[in-house]
């Protein structure tokens, strides 16, 4: 028996020094666990918004939707290059996901949910590797239960992805300007995350340029500047990361000219303090999204304690020193080949793009040339580099001591603040395309909580407090309709009613009546110009009338009713939130 109990309370004490070694892995694993569990809560029930239906593989009407239906990789391609002004990456993926699991809503979320959930212990092991474990803790639990994170988790768009791709680039890049010794994988794959963020979500460029920019003023080189390497496009002797850097911008280039072929305006809010208030109070966690314009904000009594909180914590962070690091050597170059290889081909990809565009062909044919300049990247840091620490005195130490804080203060403050002073002149803001931004001012404000002049006491306190703010934004992010309009809804009370001959008259190729195709895919429909031909009327004369009535009763949904209408009567109606269908019969004679 006590050879028994003996082996007993070695096994328990084992155990025990177990769990205490792996402590902080299982709380990152229930953290993730508890992640994915409240991104799939409740995954399906909203209905699909105008922006998700422009994912390829769903099955639309042709001829009177916008977007038409893409059920091949060349209708695919073709409709992405010349009509949808976001990146093409995401698209030919989902594409891909749609053909192999189906185009049901919650198989069409699945992928933004993966995402989220992955976030989170990578994000831990970007705060922890810079700051310590608490802080990645701390930056963790706050990804966990972030409201708009959860919100955009359960949505069939890019813009969790690109976030993933934000803290999985940043997270590499750092391990390869302070890493120890050289990991050709970790290399490949910031080369792969940082293209997969441009193809990603638009505001990834921004914090490309700017991860370029620290990296050209930190990165060690081997060389100094010389006019005969800008001359010949040398690489050699440049850091090795801004060779790489190089390569990527080479390969983002045709998303760039993109971006140029279908720019547009008035896409996104105009600038408002609002906005700057909203992204530093924990990076938009109780934000009010475009998409859901009937949700009321949270009093301003509770945003403004929310928001001085999270600035105080966030000055904390950038004044709390990082871990201190050496910087890797640079020793390494790139094969002379392959960067001339990748500019010629690229160049050659732009060229042909901007020859089949179908509008600012010239200006596209300019941008072409992008690959190319790149090739000049590296000496060009060198330049930049030498100049600076002649007119600059202690520039470089100063730069070296920051360590890895300052690329954090970068991205989370001279980003999102630049594209704010710009949005002056074109509109860009939206707090779900910021969300790029979002991982490196959580890292921030995590590091504030670890503040040496924070007593333990009060440091429990600060993390409690952010925790429940993040679990207080919850009802709230599932609140959120995510669509301005339920078409679900409206499609659900239909059916009962609808018989085999009716005809269910919509706008023809508008984008706010895809979505209800989506919902009643048996109905026939018709839209006002073909119905105001007269041919093909229904024998039982009944029309449904489809309209989006919203406060200021939008005028594009009613603009054809009085002509195609005009010896039709209203007799029945079907209401859903900003939806309704009106059932139309024939006058009698």
Known sequence: MRNLGSALEDKRERLTAWLVFHRVGLVVALLTVLALILRLHDLGLRGLTHP??????????????????????????SFQIHEEPHPLGWYLAMFGWASVFGTTEWWLRFPSVLFGAASVPLIYRLASDAY??????????LLTAHGLHIFWSQSARMYVPGMFFSILSTWLLLRIVYGTKRCRWTEIGYVVAA????????????????????????APAAKTFSKAGLVELRFAGAAYIVQLQAIVLMLSAPNFQHSVYLARGDAADYPNLK?????????????????????????????????????????????????????????????????????IAMTSLMIWLALIAHKRTEGLLAISIGPLLCLAL??????????LARRFHGFQHWIHMQGP???????????????????????????????VFVPQ?????AAGVTLPFFRRRLRGVLVGLCLFLGIASLPYSYANPGSPRDYKQLAAKLKPRLFKEDRVLVRYRHWAFTPFFYYLRNAHFVDADFLRSHTNLPTSG????????????DPIVRDQRPDVLANYHMVEHVDAFHARAELFVRNQN
């Open 275 to 343: 906005f700057v208030m909203d992204y530093l109070s924990f990076g938009f966690m109780y934000a009010r999204d475009l998409n859901s314009s009937d949700q009321p904000p949270i009093a301003l009594i509770a945003a403004i304690p929310i928001c001085i909180l999270a600035v105080l914590l966030l000055v904390s962070g950038l004044v709390v020193p990082a871990r201190e690091q050496k910087l890797a050597p640079s020793d390494h170059c790139v094969p002379r080949w392959l960067p001339f290889a990748i500019a």
């Open 405 to 435: 804080r300052l690329p954090f203060a970068i991205i989370a403050l001279l980003g999102p603040l630049t594209l704010f002073l710009l949005s002056f002149r074109t509109a860009m803001l939206a707090p779900r395309a910021f969300l």
């Open 441 to 445: 001012l959580l890292v921030l404000i």
């Open 52 to 77: 998700e239906i422009y994912i390829p593989g769903i099955d639309l009407p042709p001829l009177i939707s916008e977007p038409p239906p893409r059920h091949t990789l060349v209708e695919t391609l």
């Open 542 to 553: 009944r029309i449904w009338y489809i309209s989006w009535p919203e406060p200021d009763d």
């Open 378 to 387: 590296p000496s060009a840091s060198l330049f930049l580099r030498d100049t």
């Open 195 to 218: 293209v997969a963020g441009v193809q990603t979500t638009d505001l990834f460029s921004p914090l490309l340029l700017l991860q370029v920019g620290w990296t050209i003023l930190v």
């Open 132 to 141: 310590g474990r608490v802080a990645g803790l701390c930056a963790a639990a």
